[in-house]
């Protein structure tokens, strides 16, 4: 049986890691991807793939998440492109534009954030994590410039939890979603009709632990051996079966993290 791959967690914000990983084992987890929120840290997401064997992979991606855009140095793309050299990051972020908190200064931070990461996805040929909330508009608004003005890029928008309109808007642009434990929560309907009409080669599954843990573990810390239970709703959703959805789900983190082969 094809082993999952939790596409996006923190693994820094775990309180015992090794016994995350143990969990994931016991759970048909086979490999995870640990995210950055601040490039400050990146030594930190790097150091982290120590923990990576032949049976459970872990690799990383490195970023500055946008809530944290005005209070980190800018960096230009190839700033962070050369941070992102080591052969065990296979991901550029989480980057992209949150307006649920901050004025139009914090905006401004984020935005100019976001064109760097994508700029060092353009350089390193790395895909770009994409955090997306309350800003559906101008997210989709920078992704068309940036395709226009420069080409294209490789991109995910994790945690999906926007409608049609952000999905489509993504897929057209040749980007992929990734879908968390929000799918699973009883008022995300619009979430799981974006997972049934997706393509099936565009689709992965995260945790994004430690947070948004699925049904039936909310009130619980995430952890990325609980991707099972979103892979097997996502399962229930396409009307396929949980074997089908980790190898198809497994086959396109593999397209698009080509770094992790």
Not at 112 to 120: N, P
Not at 121 to 137: K, M, Q, S, W, Y
């Amino acid at each position: 049986m094809t082993h999952l791959i939790d596409t996006h967690c923190h693994l820094d914000r775990l309180e015992d890691v090794p016994a995350a990983l143990e969990l994931a084992r016991q759970s048909g987890v086979g490999g995870m991807t640990t995210i950055g929120t601040r490039l400050s840290h990146a030594a930190k997401q790097i150091d982290l793939t120590r923990y990576d064997t032949p049976e459970l992979r872990v690799w990383c991606a490195i970023g500055t998440h946008p809530d944290h855009a005005h209070q980190e140095a800018q960096k230009s793309a190839e700033e962070i492109a050369a941070l992102a050299e080591p052969e065990c990051v296979i991901g550029i972020g989480e980057s992209g534009l949150d307006y649920f908190h901050g004025g139009p200064d914090v905006k401004a931070a984020q935005q100019q954030s976001f064109r760097a990461h994508i700029g060092a996805a353009r350089l390193t040929g790395l895909p770009l994590v994409i955090h997306a909330r309350e800003a559906d508009r101008d997210v989709v608004a920078i992704l068309q410039d940036e395709h226009e003005a420069h080409g294209a890029f490789p991109f995910l928008l994790h945690c999906f939890a926007s409608g049609r309109e952000l999905a489509k808007s993504a897929l057209d642009l040749g980007g992929y979603l990734s879908f968390s434990g929000l799918l699973t929560f009883p008022k995300c309907e619009n979430i799981r009709e974006v997972a049934r009409e997706a393509p099936m080669e565009r689709i992965l599954v995260e945790t994004d632990s430690p947070f948004l843990a699925p049904v039936p573990k909310r009130g619980k810390p995430n952890t990325p051996g609980f991707v099972a239970y979103t892979a097997a709703r996502l399962a229930q959703e396409r009307g396929v079966s949980e074997p089908e959805i980790a190898e198809r789900t497994t086959a396109n983190f593999h397209r698009l993290f080509q770094r992790a082969a």
